[in-house]
């Protein structure tokens, strides 16, 4: 008989005709938990103890239906103006979030390097000598997972129980993972959490409640700010690494009604601080061919709010139901995995002049069958990719172009979000 936390887990994610063990038919939710009769990977110990809190802040934005608008080009690019390295957003150090009126000003020329937990212009977090790790989540049980890219067995470095942790971004120079945790989609009580690299000292940096339905997760380390989409809560939020300055960056749309339509769901995210963009996909519902990439400005304009921005552009549409996104700023290219196809594509960050979301020619399907694909990270220098499925829980690994994809790690549980990093030798 399934336990009690068990069926919570199912009964709460609002799975329809939904079973635990493979029965059922797909859920309508990125987040449902399905192993197939799965045995689960080596554990570990979680820590201990009762979580700290940081500094909580509260929420930014207005709670008022916002709107897309598809711009007939792209607006991202490379900056205009000549020389140097891409500029980053302006204002702000570590641990404070960069000032807001406006898209940042660029000085042109090549993105900076700024790693968010595995992609961007130059690769993973960590030194670039380093052993590539693998963290990843476990929805079912809670669980963060960690292992060498090299097919090693996994150890587990924290278990939360029903938490249903959704995206992980790491810290490698600072020595920190941070991880979204979904909490019961209809009770907006999710949260986000910190520990040290090996599970130790688990510090609460967004309580539950401070995000409804938080998914996946990126760091822009040059500026100790992370960014995540939340689903049921229809939004795009950021937070500074320490718990301060919590604010809404997108509203989507607010109200219960507006919650049941998937199409207003926000999964995945990326980065791209040197333009000062993100991008963001809604996924619509199972497998139900109206899911959106979407991309604006990190700052709001000026005379602006979080729910009337004229800057959000629909970068690809008919999406069958598309989850958690990667980029790779040096060859301007977004990667993104597809639960209701079990794809991994990508495609040009920056669409030509004049381009149809819904017709676009120049997406790239590089794997097939890939399960329900949820996370992705990306491993620039090695050419590598990362994804997991959530149907088998196998942490995938392939070439960038999806050649020679093999099962790395298998039977690991209900997978949701990635991240590759390069450790330092002889981190614990």
Same mark, same amino acid.
């Given at each position: 008989?399934?336990? /009690?936390?068990?069926?919570? *887990?199912a009964l709460?994610l609002?799975?329809?005709?939904?079973?635990l063990f493979?029965?059922?038919?797909n859920?309508?939710?990125?987040?449902?938990v399905?192993t197939?009769?799965?045995?689960?990977?080596?554990?570990g110990?979680?820590s201990g103890?009762s979580?700290?809190?940081?500094?909580?802040?509260t929420?930014?934005?207005?709670?008022?239906?916002g709107?897309?608008?598809?711009?007939?080009?792209? $607006?991202g690019?490379? =900056?205009?103006?000549?020389?140097?390295?891409?500029?980053?957003p #302006?204002?702000?150090?570590?641990?404070?979030?960069?000032?807001?009126?406006?898209?940042?000003?660029?000085?042109?020329?090549?993105?900076?390097?700024t790693?968010d937990?595995?992609?961007g212009a130059?690769? =993973?977090?960590?030194?670039?000598?380093?052993?590539p790790t693998?963290f990843?989540?476990d929805?079912?049980f809670g %669980?963060v997972?960690?292992a060498?890219?090299?097919?090693s067995?996994s150890?587990?470095?924290?278990?939360?129980?029903?938490?249903?942790?959704?995206?992980?971004?790491? !810290?490698? /120079?600072?020595?920190?993972?941070?991880w979204?945790?979904m909490?019961?989609p209809?009770?907006? @009580?999710?949260?986000?959490?910190? #520990?040290?690299?090996?599970?130790?000292a688990?510090?609460?940096?967004v309580?539950?409640?401070?995000?409804?339905?938080?998914?996946?997760?990126?760091?822009?380390?040059?500026?100790?700010?992370?960014?995540?989409? @939340?689903?049921?809560?229809?939004?795009?939020q950021?937070?500074?690494v320490?718990?301060?300055?919590?604010?809404?960056?997108? #509203?989507?749309? !607010?109200?219960?009604?507006?919650?049941a339509d998937?199409?207003? +769901?926000?999964?995945?995210?990326?980065l791209?601080v040197?333009?000062?963009?993100?991008?963001?996909?809604?996924?619509? /519902?199972?497998?139900g061919?109206?899911?959106?990439i979407?991309?604006a400005?990190?700052?709001i304009?000026?005379? &602006?709010d979080?729910?009337? %921005?004229t800057?959000?552009?629909? *970068?690809?549409?008919?999406?069958? &139901?598309?989850?958690?996104?990667?980029? !790779?700023?040096?060859?301007?290219q977004m990667y993104? #995995?597809?639960?209701?196809?079990? $794809?991994?594509s990508?495609? =040009?960050?920056? /669409? =030509?002049a004049?381009?149809?979301p819904?017709?676009r020619?120049?997406?790239t399907i *590089?794997?097939?069958?890939?399960?329900?694909a949820i996370?992705?990270?990306? @491993?620039?220098?090695?050419?590598?990719?990362?994804?997991?499925?959530?149907?088998?829980?196998t942490? +995938?690994?392939?070439?960038?172009?999806?050649?020679g994809?093999?099962?790395?790690?298998?039977n690991q549980?209900?997978?949701?979000?990635?991240?590759?990093?390069?450790?330092p030798?002889?981190?614990p």
């Amino acid at each position: 008989m399934n336990s /009690p936390r068990t069926m919570r *887990l199912a009964l709460g994610l609002g799975l329809a005709g939904f079973s635990l063990f493979g029965c059922g038919s797909n859920s309508g939710s990125d987040a449902s938990v399905a192993t197939g009769g799965a045995s689960f990977g080596t554990g570990g110990s979680s820590s201990g103890g009762s979580p700290a809190t940081a500094n909580g802040g509260t929420s930014g934005g207005q709670n008022s239906p916002g709107g897309a608008t598809n711009l007939g080009g792209s $607006t991202g690019g490379a =900056p205009s103006a000549s020389g140097g390295v891409s500029g980053l957003p #302006t204002g702000g150090s570590s641990g404070v979030n960069p000032s807001s009126g406006g898209a940042p000003a660029s000085t042109g020329g090549a993105p900076a390097s700024t790693p968010d937990g595995g992609s961007g212009a130059t690769g =993973p977090s960590g030194p670039p000598n380093g052993t590539p790790t693998v963290f990843f989540l476990d929805a079912l049980f809670g %669980r963060v997972l960690t292992a060498p890219a090299d097919g090693s067995p996994s150890k587990v470095i924290s278990s939360q129980g029903s938490s249903t942790p959704d995206g992980v971004v790491v !810290d490698v /120079p600072n020595g920190f993972v941070y991880w979204t945790n979904m909490g019961a989609p209809d009770a907006n @009580d999710g949260f986000i959490l910190r #520990t040290k690299l090996d599970g130790s000292a688990q510090t609460t940096i967004v309580p539950a409640g401070g995000t409804f339905t938080p998914k996946q997760l990126k760091l822009d380390a040059a500026h100790g700010v992370l960014y995540w989409s @939340d689903r049921e809560g229809m939004k795009i939020q950021r937070v500074n690494v320490d718990g301060s300055k919590l604010e809404t960056l997108v #509203t989507i749309a !607010d109200g219960d009604t507006a919650r049941a339509d998937a199409t207003n +769901w926000a999964v995945g995210i990326a980065l791209d601080v040197p333009h000062g963009k993100m991008y963001w996909t809604q996924k619509g /519902p199972t497998d139900g061919g109206v899911g959106t990439i979407r991309r604006a400005d990190i700052e709001i304009p000026a005379g &602006e709010d979080a729910a009337h %921005r004229t800057d959000i552009e629909i *970068l690809f549409s008919g999406l069958a &139901e598309p989850i958690d996104m990667d980029v !790779d700023l040096g060859k301007r290219q977004m990667y993104w #995995t597809d639960r209701g196809d079990n $794809t991994v594509s990508r495609a =040009p960050m920056d /669409p =030509p002049a004049g381009f149809n979301p819904a017709s676009r020619t120049d997406r790239t399907i *590089l794997e097939h069958g890939a399960g329900q694909a949820i996370g992705i990270s990306l @491993d620039l220098p090695r050419n590598t990719m990362y994804y997991t499925s959530l149907d088998t829980g196998t942490v +995938w690994k392939a070439a960038l172009d999806g050649s020679g994809a093999t099962g790395m790690l298998k039977n690991q549980g209900s997978l949701t979000g990635i991240a590759l990093v390069n450790l330092p030798a002889n981190t614990p």
